[in-house]
């Protein structure tokens, strides 16, 4: 579980996040959504450490990181697992090394034990062999972010982190990766953090969402109750595609009927 | 303001410099990548140093030659002026120059180029000292690698000069082989070698330095590239002053 309590940053006096609380449990996809620009990627970075915060309390299971000293960062980051916007594999590397590389930076692994962990993180990400050997650039965009999320997890991290993970990617592809992450979440009890501005998303896994709005919490629930709001940004948002303006409709017409 | 800026960029430096120069995460992993760096920064250089040492020496043979036409100079003259110059000079930091525009902008490109699709952040996220990780290897590389390099600098730019002796009748070569020789001083050599190292850190580092602090898109690596390239120069300059005061005086 991570929980963050009034965090608050700033870049050279422009307020990105203001006083933002909330908990993420294990087990659950724990999403952040928000227009570009709300302060997502900030947020998601502060928790991470990647930028250090103004004030406020940001808890792994108890631990804050603001207090902890950089050695101790050190080891948390080692039970953390990331699935950047850009996918950010190394791209002087194949696949395969890619996600083998946290393995041979931390575990004490054999060599072949550390290759068949490679093998199991590819396969559960539905990659196969015919992959290991290419470089990232010679890979689609959606497997980009397959590899990305098998070296994510190579280590079994207690905490996932993921941003926008399926920007740029066709309707189908995104539901492959938002049910992977969905599984893994809740096959390994992870806590998962989500950053997206897809409804799609929103609808396929939110089990704990936080709207952001101008760097502010604006709105906390679930993919069920966000229908119901009468927050209006929160409208603004979810109504901004014709599309879920009938899914409401229609989604009343039951409700009136039941 | 312009003071500040420099004193600013001396901070991150030298901040930066304490987190490369740390205890690596991994031997293991340091040793892989250092002779990668070996290869990429010193042997995939040697081409451009033989080319260019190469008509260097040849030409500076040539001009010497024919500017110095008053026959009250000794015959070996030539051969002698070529000699000192590359080996006190030429072969160190101007070949330096020369490498801070290509060991310089790659290695700030490459590091940019990792900075901007976050992938130094994704090191970061692993718990790994990425200044550590990317640059060690790279100074490092190019530190042992510089050596050999200038000395084959002398040796091919000294080959140059005596080309020209072979294909014209410029200078005889015994006449050239004789002033290569004649009041030789080891100790020019070491002053070089020393030069170069002290040259070799600054175009790795301080590439490493623009690289890693770049931010932005795909342009702004281009930028943090000429940056390394013209910064390094110039530090190449002011320290080249510094070091023959210590050395020759
Ligand atoms: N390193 C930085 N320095 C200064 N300002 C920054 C920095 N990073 C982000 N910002 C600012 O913070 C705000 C929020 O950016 P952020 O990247 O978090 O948006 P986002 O919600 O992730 O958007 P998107 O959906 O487009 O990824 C933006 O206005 C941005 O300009
Ligand atoms: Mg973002």
């Given at each position: 579980?991570?929980?963050?309590?009034?965090?608050?940053?700033?870049?050279?006096?422009?307020?990105?996040?203001?006083?933002?609380?909330?908990i993420?449990?294990?087990?659950?996809?724990?999403?952040?959504i928000?227009?570009s620009?709300?302060g997502?990627?900030?947020?998601?970075?502060s928790?991470?450490?990647l930028?250090?915060i103004?004030?406020?309390?940001?808890?792994?299971d108890?631990?804050?990181?603001p207090?902890m000293?950089?050695?101790?960062i050190k080891?948390?980051?080692q039970?953390v697992?990331m699935?950047?916007q850009?996918?950010a594999?190394?791209d002087s590397?194949?696949v395969a090394q890619?996600?083998?590389?946290?393995l041979?930076?931390?575990?004490?692994m054999t060599?072949?034990?550390m290759?068949?962990?490679?093998k199991?993180?590819?396969?559960?990400?539905?990659?196969?062999?015919?992959?290991?050997?290419?470089?990232?650039?010679?890979?689609?965009?959606?497997?980009?972010?397959?590899?990305?999320?098998a070296r994510?997890?190579?280590?079994?991290p207690?905490?996932?982190?993921?941003?926008?993970?399926?920007?740029?990617?066709?309707p189908?592809?995104?539901?492959?990766?938002d049910r992977?992450?969905k599984?893994?979440?809740?096959?390994?009890?992870?806590?998962t953090?989500?950053?997206?501005?897809?409804?799609?998303?929103?609808?396929?896994?939110?089990e704990?969402?936080?709207?952001i709005?101008?760097?502010?919490k604006?709105?906390?629930?679930?993919r069920?109750?966000?229908?119901?709001?009468?927050?209006?940004s929160?409208?603004?948002?979810?109504?901004?595609?014709?599309?879920?303006?009938?899914?409401?409709?229609?989604?009343?017409?039951?409700e009136?009927?039941? | 303001?312009?003071?500040?800026?420099?004193?600013?960029h001396?901070?991150?430096?030298?901040?930066?410099?304490?987190?490369?120069?740390t205890?690596?995460?991994?031997?293991?992993?340091?040793?892989r990548?250092?002779?990668?760096?070996?290869e990429?920064?010193g042997?995939?250089?040697?081409?451009?140093?033989?080319?260019?040492?190469?008509f260097?020496?040849?030409i500076?043979?040539?001009?010497?030659?024919?500017?110095?036409?008053?026959?009250?100079?000794?015959?070996?003259?030539?051969?002698?002026?070529t000699?000192?110059?590359?080996?006190?000079?030429?072969?160190?930091t101007?070949?330096?120059l020369i490498?801070a525009g290509?060991v310089?902008?790659?290695?700030?490109?490459?590091?940019?180029?990792?900075?901007?699709?976050?992938?130094?952040d994704?090191?970061?996220?692993m718990g790994?000292n990425?200044?550590?990780?990317?640059i060690?290897p790279?100074?490092?590389a190019f530190?042992?690698m510089?050596?050999?390099?200038?000395?084959?600098?002398?040796?091919v730019?000294?080959?140059?000069?005596?080309l020209?002796?072979?294909?014209?009748?410029?200078?005889?070569?015994?006449?050239?082989?004789?002033?290569?020789?004649y009041?030789?001083?080891?100790?020019y050599?070491?002053?070089?070698?020393v030069k170069s190292l002290?040259?070799?850190?600054i175009?790795a580092?301080?590439?490493?330095?623009?690289?890693f602090?770049?931010?932005g898109g795909?342009?702004?690596v281009?930028?943090?590239?000429?940056?390394?390239?013209?910064?390094?120069?110039?530090?190449i300059l002011?320290?080249?002053?510094?070091?023959?005061?210590?050395?020759l005086?």
């Open positions: 579980m991570i929980e963050i309590q009034n965090v608050y940053k700033s870049f050279d006096g422009k307020n990105v996040l203001k006083n933002i609380s909330a993420f449990e294990s087990g659950k996809t724990n999403l952040i928000g227009q620009g709300s997502k990627t900030v947020l998601m970075k928790i991470i450490g930028h250090r103004d004030s406020g309390k940001i808890l792994y108890g631990r804050n990181i207090d000293q950089f050695m101790k080891k948390l980051r039970e697992g699935l950047f850009g996918s594999l190394f590397q194949t890619n996600v083998m590389f946290p041979e930076m931390f575990s004490n060599q072949i034990d290759e068949n962990r490679m199991f993180c590819l396969g559960r990400v539905n990659l196969d062999e015919s992959t290991y050997n290419l470089f990232p650039s010679e890979i689609s965009g959606g497997m980009q972010k397959r590899a990305a999320i994510a997890i190579a280590l079994n207690r905490y996932l982190f993921c941003d926008e993970p399926n920007s740029g990617l066709d189908l592809t995104s539901l492959v990766i992977l992450i599984e893994i979440t809740e096959e390994y009890d992870i806590t953090i989500v950053n997206t501005h897809d409804m799609n998303s929103v609808m396929e896994i939110g704990n969402i936080i709207f709005k101008s760097g502010e604006a709105w906390e629930g679930n069920h109750q966000i229908f119901d709001s009468n927050n209006d929160l409208n603004d948002f979810v109504f901004a595609s014709d599309l879920y303006k009938k899914v409401k409709a229609t989604n009343n017409i039951q009136s009927k039941q | 303001m312009i003071t500040l800026s420099i004193l600013k001396i901070g991150s430096y030298t901040s930066l410099m304490l987190r490369v120069f205890k690596p995460d991994r031997w293991r992993m340091f040793f990548q250092l002779p990668k760096e070996m990429k920064l042997l995939d250089s040697l081409g451009i140093v033989i080319i260019i040492s190469t260097i020496g040849a500076m043979t040539i001009q010497t030659k024919l500017n110095t036409s008053d026959p009250l100079l000794p015959k070996y003259s030539t051969g002698l002026v000699r000192d110059t590359l080996l006190l000079e030429f072969s160190s101007i070949m330096c490498l290509k310089g902008s790659n290695v700030a490109s490459e590091i940019g180029s990792m900075r901007i699709s976050e992938q130094i994704a090191l970061e996220v790994i990425s200044a550590n990780y990317l060690l790279k100074i490092i530190v042992l510089i050596p050999c390099l200038v000395i084959i600098s002398m040796a730019g000294l080959f140059g000069g005596y020209v002796g072979v294909f014209s009748d410029i200078v005889s070569q015994n006449d050239y082989l004789f002033g290569i020789q009041m030789f001083q080891p100790f050599i070491f002053y070089s070698i002290v040259f070799a850190f175009i580092s301080v590439a490493s330095y623009y690289g602090y770049s931010y795909a342009l702004d281009g930028k943090a590239s000429t940056n390394a390239v013209v910064n390094s120069s110039i530090l002011l320290s080249n002053i510094v070091i023959t005061n210590f050395m005086n």
